[in-house]
């Protein structure tokens, strides 16, 4: 967990703890974070963009350090305001297990306590306020206006159960669509199965 | 030194005339030796003085006429030293006050080319200062009104819902738990307004990334598609990055609003020079609408410049010029 608000931080190690998670670590700069990073071996990191010593993104800088090092390595990272282009460079690896949240999420404890457990599976998990954006620009992506929605579902991180319980739609038919998608994306099926990350990220530079 | 060499000089000239007196006397010759001493005192006395004008062409004038006062006067007490006869010093008088005269016509004479861009560029500085401090009275004020109506009426509605629902604890916990639920969105929007405002302010990821991947995180957002390419040398200042931000971020502005253009490009060149090109019908005029002139004077106050090409059916081409 890496927060430099000493308040806030203690406040999301308590929440976690709480579901059930052990912290290994608790920190509030950049190198620090780093450091626990390739260090401590966590299952998922819950990492704030703005740290010191810089209080630019050295949070965000760490995380794709960490998983240059570390492919793959589950970090979400939270920040007070959320960028497509922040976005595009957290999944660019195409690797997953990756989540981009608004800080005010933290406010919905069970969503946010999902996310880190969707995040630390692999998943990826954007924040809807980054898909609403991408869905109210004209899309270039040759997709059906159903096919669009499943796929904002899915870069929210959320599994073809919970798409169709969303879309009132049964996850047979979720499960349609998305193969459609990913073959109109020209996303093959192969062992490591990570189509739905990779579709998040045609997602966010087909737009 | 100062005390010094006076001392030497006076000392000298004392040791001048006990040799003249003990060497017969005859003509008095250690005169001189007090003129030469004296001469160099007064050139000293004079130029300092001189040079104490403040800077500019009058200081030359001072500094001529000083120059032209000391000739004078070596030349009269040499008159008078080497006794008298046919008044020649007439001639360097004449001479030196023609001069002086010639000097005091040049400097009186109206300014010339640079003196004139000098003093355009004092006005135009007077006014772009001026307009920035307006501005930046009016965006406080806006700033203000925004808080004011935003984030601060959501936090007093939070205040009083949070109130309510302590009350109704007890009570009724099925209508405490609505309000405590009410409450946590009103605690979102007044955040969604915050961070509005925030953004409004400074841009987050222009304090975090610097121009370019502000204009490129803007362009991606967009409706209309927009390549951002080229590259900024060194390091410009915030209030340089922030003015061309916010000029770039009007011109994308105005390309999705009113252009008609299917596409634009932002086209960043060394030290800072930015053209936004789109494709649309063009007929943009700088003079018309508020938001261009606007920029102009954001940019005048970082010395930038903006240059508008837009003929009737496009395409236009907006170049943002900032001297780093």
């Known amino acids: 967990m890496a927060e430099d608000l000493t308040l806030l931080r203690d406040g999301i190690v308590r929440m976690l703890e709480a579901y059930g998670f052990e912290v290994v670590a608790a920190v509030g700069t950049g190198p620090d974070l780093l450091k626990a990073l390739l260090t401590d071996n966590p299952d998922v990191a819950v990492v704030d963009v703005r740290l010191p010593p810089g209080f630019s993104d050295e949070g965000l800088r760490a995380a794709l350090t960490a998983r240059a090092e570390k492919p793959g390595l589950p970090i979400l990272v939270l920040s007070q305001y959320v960028e497509r282009l922040y976005a595009r460079e957290l999944l660019a690896d195409g690797t997953g297990g990756i989540g981009y949240l608004l800080k005010d999420r933290v406010s919905d404890i069970g969503e946010f306590v999902d996310a880190v457990q969707r995040v630390a599976a692999g998943g990826t998990v954007l924040d809807p306020t980054v898909v609403a954006k991408l869905m109210g620009s004209k899309p270039k992506l040759p997709l059906t206006p159903r096919e669009h929605e499943v796929l904002s579902h899915m870069a929210q991180g959320r599994s073809n159960a919970a798409i169709g319980a969303a879309l009132f739609i049964t996850e047979k038919a979720v499960a349609n669509h998305t193969n459609n998608i990913f073959a109109k994306l020209g996303l093959q099926a192969s062992e490591d199965d990570n189509r739905r990350v990779l579709a998040v990220l045609k997602f966010l530079e087909g737009y | ?324």
């Open chain 2, 1 to 324: 030194m100062t005390r010094v060499l006076p001392a030497v000089a006076v000392a000298l000239c004392v040791a001048a005339t006990v040799a003249w007196a003990v060497l017969g006397r005859g003509d008095f010759w250690p005169r001189w030796v007090y003129f030469g001493f004296g001469t160099v005192a007064a050139a000293v006395f004079v130029f300092r003085r001189a040079l104490r004008t403040s800077s500019g062409r009058r200081r030359w004038l001072v500094v001529n006429a000083a120059f032209g006062g000391l000739l004078i006067a070596a030349d009269l007490t040499i008159y008078v030293l080497s006794g008298g006869g046919y008044f020649w010093p007439v001639w360097t008088t004449l001479a030196v006050s023609a001069l002086l005269g010639l000097h005091a016509y040049v400097v009186s004479k109206p300014p010339g080319k640079r003196e004139r861009e000098l003093a355009a560029r004092v006005t135009s500085l007077a006014r772009s200062r001026s307009g920035a401090l307006d501005r930046q009275a009016a965006e406080l004020k806006r700033v203000e009104r925004d808080l004011h109506d935003g984030a601060q009426a959501r936090m007093v509605s939070l205040a009083l819902t949070l109130g309510l629902a302590g009350e109704l604890l007890r009570r009724d916990p099925d209508g405490a738990e609505k309000l405590l639920l009410e409450a946590r969105s009103t605690a979102r929007s007044a955040l969604d307004d915050l961070r509005a405002v925030m953004h409004s302010i400074h841009p987050p990821v222009l304090a975090d990334r610097g121009l370019l991947d502000a204009v490129r995180a803007l362009a991606l957002d967009l409706a209309v598609p927009v390549t951002v390419a080229g590259t900024i040398e060194g390091e410009p200042s915030p209030a340089v990055e922030t003015a061309a931000y916010f000029a770039v971020a009007e011109c994308l502005g105005n390309v999705v609003k009113h252009s008609g253009a299917t596409s634009a490009q932002v086209v960043f060149a060394a030290p800072l020079r930015v053209t936004v090109t789109d494709d649309g019908h063009g007929g943009v005029d700088p003079a018309a609408g508020s938001g261009l002139r606007g920029i102009t004077e954001r940019l005048e106050a970082v010395d930038g410049r903006l240059e508008v090409t837009s003929p009737a059916g496009g395409p236009t081409t907006i170049m943002i010029t900032i001297p780093i």
